[in-house]
């Protein structure tokens, strides 16, 4: 019962304003939505190994042409991603999204319409490389340090993981459809994924928490003194969002970052490891992986069909990486992944025959699990060295990614070309992957507190 005031009418007890309580943090509808839209990015990352021999037998181009397709493809992929990272900081991540999807979808589109060699470099090296660039990997880093204050590490690898779920969802698609009715099916199939998440962009991802008026996820709600909460943007109910001051322009703030990066050891250790990351996924693996198995032999769908199993244990292998990312030291875990990499490339040219044999799952079991596992650790010491700056600085090491992709891709083609075999091409990744393990063992500990980068 209340106390009755001096007036004798009973008063209530004061009430806390009432806070609207949320089942479901938008965080992590943001993420789901943006786990999709990686799907939908990703059906052209398994294309190149599936039409390149469709292609080959129509149009009578040489694995090198092809390759080089897929080398511009790599290079704006990689070159690309600082940028984007920094227009969406500049204009949202929703619009540089969409865009980039419609990007893919029509690149893939007018791929039906080529009959001359560069018309394919057009369609698969540049849109289809502006696209895919501009949905890469930064795209994860970027979802999960705007909207995640916790669980960073776990986030980026379940998006990450979004690639490796595309490349599940359409490979083995694709394969069938290169065969029957042929690849101008598959690429529409590739054109119709990629536009179909559009829509789902633009209603549900949002550009940061300050648009629906909540903090990021796992953050400590501000305190505001009572005497300044009419003057701070809290006083409306929405966190503010603050950028750096040179994001007003993106080319600008990405070029600024990475000449602040580019002075630090850490950065060009983390570029060197990510550059052997990229040659030997979708350089090698990703491009060469279904020619190399059909010249031993191996039905295209058969090994379509290996490729989408490395897909399902990568969803397996990345999430597990993000989970361990935040627990354990990021370089001792890239350090591992590598040297893991390494020896499964150095023992597939025994493996590789015309039927799939139990050697062959292991290798396929393990490559996948250590696929892109290496991306959560490499986006921490990113975010925890250079700070606001993480993202675009992790744009550029993705960078480096896919410049050594874009390498091994040609460098692979030429050796097929030249050779009759890619035994040299898996053999040279295999002592590169060592290397990567030894830089990235080297990275030193304490590169957070004697590195640290401005970012005024």
Avoid at 145 to 160: D, E
Avoid at 323 to 350: C, E, H, M, S
Avoid at 395 to 418: E, S, T
Wanted: net charge positive; proline share 6%; with cysteine.
């Amino acid at each position: 019962m209340t106390a009755p005031d001096v007036t004798g009418v009973p008063t209530e007890p004061p009430r806390l304003p009432s806070r609207k309580r949320r089942r479901l943090h938008p965080a992590w509808i943001v993420a789901a939505v943006a786990f999709l839209a990686l799907v939908g990015a990703a059906g052209f990352r398994a294309a190149p190994g599936v039409l390149m021999v469709p292609l080959q037998q129509e149009f009578g181009w040489s694995t090198t042409v092809l390759s080089l397709a897929v080398s511009i493809n790599l290079v704006l992929f990689g070159l690309t991603a600082p940028f984007a990272a920094a227009l969406m900081e500049r204009f949202g991540i929703r619009k540089v999204t969409a865009l980039a999807l419609c990007l893919i979808g029509l690149g893939s589109a007018l791929t039906v319409l080529v009959n001359q060699s560069w018309q394919i470099l057009l369609t698969w090296g540049v849109l289809i490389g502006l696209g895919t660039g501009s949905m890469a990997l930064v795209f994860a880093a970027t979802i999960a340090n705007t909207w995640f204050a916790k669980s960073r590490g776990l986030v980026i690898g379940i998006l990450t993981a979004g690639s490796a779920a595309g490349q599940l969802v359409f490979l083995p698609f694709i394969a069938a459809l290169a065969q029957n009715p042929g690849w101008r099916g598959a690429s529409l199939l590739i054109a119709a994924g990629a536009l179909a998440v559009v829509p789902l962009v633009l209603r549900w991802l949002r550009n940061s928490p300050a648009d629906v008026g909540v903090l990021p996820y796992g953050a400590e709600e501000p305190v505001v003194p009572a005497a300044d909460a009419g003057a701070t943007p809290a006083a409306s109910g929405k966190p503010e969002l603050a950028l750096p001051k040179d994001s007003a322009n993106a080319a600008v703030r990405a070029l600024q970052v990475l000449k602040r990066a580019a002075k630090v050891r850490t950065f060009w250790a983390l570029a060197a490891g990510f550059a052997i990351c990229g040659a030997t996924t979708n350089g090698l693996i990703g491009t060469h992986f279904i020619p190399s198995a059909h010249d031993h032999g191996m039905p295209e769908t058969t090994a379509a069909g290996l490729l989408a199993v490395v897909g399902i244990f990568d969803i397996v292998g990345t999430i597990a990486s993000g989970w361990l990312t935040d627990r354990f030291n990021p370089k001792v875990l890239l350090a591992v992944y590598y040297q893991f990499r390494g020896i499964g490339l150095l023992v597939l040219p025994l493996l590789l025959g015309s039927s799939v044999e139990p050697s062959m799952i292991i290798f396929v079991v393990v490559y996948g699990l250590d696929w892109v596992a290496t991306v959560p650790p490499t986006a921490a010491i990113c975010r925890s060295v250079f700070g606001a700056d993480g993202s675009v600085v992790f744009g550029w090491v993705f960078a480096a990614h896919q410049l050594g992709a874009a390498a091994a891709a040609l460098a692979a083609g030429f050796i097929r070309d030249a050779t009759g075999h890619y035994n040299y091409a898996w053999l040279g990744a295999a002592a590169m992957c060592t290397v990567a393990a030894v830089i990235s063992a080297t990275i030193r500990k304490d590169a957070a507190k004697k590195e640290p980068i401005a970012v005024a």
